[in-house]
Each structure stands twice: as C-alpha cells, then as structure tokens.
C-alpha cells in the first residue's frame, strides 16, 4: 500500500528564495497534517485540514508560511520568502477524520535554507 | 497545560528490557499512541491501546496504561540494536473542532549498547 508521498525528500536553497513542499496523502485519508521537527523545538504541528478545509493553522510559524489543499489527493505548503531560520524537517501526515484516529506520517523533507 | 511529558534519553544494553514512560493529559482521551522514529524516517505507529484496556501485549511490545495517573508506559523485551530510534507518546486533542489532532511528545531517545 501506498503511504504517505512527500517531495522532495531533501531541498537546499537560499535565503530569500520561494520553497513549495508537497505531499500525497494515504488514498481515502480526509485529515491532513503539516508538522516541523527541529532539533530545539521537537515536532511542531503547523497546520491541519479536514476534508480539504483548513481547520487550525495556529502553527504556521509566520505570514511567510502558506498551506493549501486544493483536492483530497495533494497538498503543498510554501515558504515565500524563505529564511536560514526554516531550516527543518517537514512532515505531512493524513489519517481518517474521527477522534483518535492514527496519522501516518511520509518520509518528510530536509529543508536545508543558506 | 496540554503537554505530553517523556523522558528525552533512555540508554540499555542489548538484550535487557527497555522502558519508556509517558504521562499524558486528558483522562477521556480514548486511545494512546506510541510511534517510533528511526534516523532519516517519518513517525511510524509502533502500538496503541484503547482507554478501557490496562496492557496490551503485542510480541516484544508491551503497553501499560494507569489511568488514575493518567501514565503510559512501553516495554521493549530483549532489546535490540534495531530499536534504537526516538519514540513518542501521543493522544488525541479534545476540544470541538479538533477531531483527528494529536498532541505528541518531544520523544525519547533510546539508545541500545551492543
């Protein structure tokens, strides 16, 4: 089965430049997560959907962070512009609406900004 | 507060138990995860247990639940050198809107001696 897909696995860029991270959630999965593992900050949760519809983006760190989900099958999450600061390693993860459902996390992506 | 608190480090030699403790917050939370993060991988679910069970055993796994002191606790028998990784205790939130979030802990780091 399929997990969770993101892309690219590894990104390095410079300060100042847009980033577009993407994720392909589990096939029939209606909860989306964006989550940031940093080393001092642990994991932090950015953002979630239900349903394609934005729930709670109280974690989006700042205005330079934006998340969209514009069908149940894709989502991205930009950094417009980026900053050394945003280095991390960022999760997707999806799971089935409900409490207490299990999320199943992708492989994430090393965001590396120089 | 809605923190999950577990110890950040725990180190065993190979071959002896290892246990992780996690204290969570909501007494109603009704299933409690454990996920396992191996170096360069997402969260992978490892075990949960359901808020009416004390134990669940799963081969090499076992869970413990005390809900008066609203403890989790994960056992690895015969650890091996392949279960060092970060493992993370989680919940689910609950307050109107959040179906599907989980709060996470910041991980412990267990680390297997040969």
């Known amino acids: 089965d399929a997990g969770v897909i993101q892309s690219p696995r590894h990104e390095v860029t410079e300060m100042g430049q847009e980033v577009t991270l993407r994720c392909k959630p589990i096939?029939?999965?209606?909860?989306l997560f964006w989550y940031r593992q940093t080393m001092m900050r642990g994991l932090e949760l950015l953002i979630y959907?239900?349903?394609?519809?934005?729930?709670?983006d109280s974690g989006m760190p700042e205005d330079r962070f934006s998340a969209k989900m514009p069908n149940a099958s894709f989502s991205t999450l930009k950094i417009q512009p980026s900053e050394p600061r945003d280095s991390a390693v960022y999760f997707c993860?999806?799971?089935?609406?409900?409490?207490?459902?299990?999320?199943?996390f992708g492989d994430g992506t090393r965001l590396s900004i120089l | 507060g809605e923190d999950v608190e577990q110890s950040l480090f725990l180190s065993v030699r190979e071959g002896d138990s290892s246990v992780i403790n996690c204290t969570y917050t909501?007494?109603?939370?009704?299933?409690l995860y454990w996920y396992k993060q191996e170096p360069g991988a997402g969260l992978q679910l490892l075990t949960y247990?359901?808020?009416?069970?004390d134990m669940k055993q799963d081969q090499r796994l076992t869970v413990l639940l005390n809900k008066k002191d609203k403890h989790l606790s994960l056992r690895i028998a015969d650890t091996q050198t392949g279960d060092s990784a970060i493992y993370f205790c989680?919940?689910?939130?609950?307050?109107?809107?959040?179906?599907?979030?989980?709060?996470f802990g910041k991980g412990t780091k267990l680390s297997v001696k040969p």
């Open positions: 989680a919940e689910p939130l609950n307050y109107g809107g959040s179906q599907g979030n989980l709060i």
């Open positions: 247990i359901f808020s009416n069970m």
């Open positions: 993860a999806s799971s089935f609406l409900g409490e207490g459902q299990p999320q199943h």
């Open positions: 096939s029939g999965h209606n909860s």
């Open positions: 909501d007494s109603s939370s009704t299933y």
């Open positions: 959907f239900n349903n394609n519809v934005p729930i709670d």
